[in-house]
């Protein structure tokens, strides 16, 4: 009988990753990136401060034929999740919504939905109370973000509902920093040893 490998001690499902400056890839340039799972096959997470352009939920609505019963339904910003599977949505939102079973619980107070009775719901008004749509993902194959993290590409902190769906997207790195008591002014780019 072959013993299992262990699993890392570190388990960053649900939490935040916060860019480095100077990480060197613009795509994640001062972004903010929810990790919805971590384990040892890889991680795969949604980056929550980047706006795919001008683009909103109306127009991805009109594409599919899904009408919203009111205006304002269909203003919600769409996001650049990463830049894995660009062309397919992803909906990070509160917990306490689940799309027919659809729906995969991250952490608490946060559950992912990528099918498409989520955009017909949010639509409609019965969909999530807070939520963030975002085009493709973040994706790191095994070992690859352990690897970022101790060359500091990133630093990890909790992840805050309030930070990730109430705050305007330009002020979310900065406040992922604070609730680490880090100052984005006094930030190295290169990794020391003790």
């Not at 388990?11 to 340039?29: V, W």
């Not at 919600?76 to 027919?100: C, I, K, Q």
């Not at 997207?169 to 920093?177: P, Q, R």
Request: charged share 25%; glycine share 12%.
């Amino acid at each position: 009988m072959t013993a299992k490998p262990e699993r890392s001690a570190m388990d960053l499902t649900g939490k935040l990753l916060i860019a480095m400056p100077e990480m060197g890839d613009p795509r994640f340039e001062h972004s903010v990136v929810f990790l919805c799972s971590y384990g040892d096959d890889g991680a795969m997470g949604l980056i929550v401060n980047k706006p795919a352009g001008d683009v909103r939920l109306s127009d991805l609505l009109a594409q599919l034929d899904i009408k919203p019963d009111t205006p304002e339904r269909g203003n919600m910003r769409v996001h650049f999740g990463g830049p894995v599977e660009t062309a397919r949505g992803f909906v990070l939102h509160s917990d306490g919504y689940d799309a027919n079973l659809h729906s995969m619980k991250v952490s608490e107070g946060f559950s992912m939905t990528a099918t498409l009775d989520i955009l017909e719901d949010i639509a409609t008004g019965q969909g999530p109370e807070r939520a963030q749509l975002m085009l493709g993902y973040a994706g790191w194959g095994p070992g690859q973000l352990e690897s970022e993290i101790a060359m500091n590409g990133w630093l990890t902190t909790d992840a805050d509902a309030d930070l990730v769906f109430g705050l305007p997207d330009d002020a979310k790195w900065e406040a992922a920093l604070k609730t680490l008591g880090v100052d984005s002014l006094t930030l190295s780019a290169t990794a020391g040893r003790a």
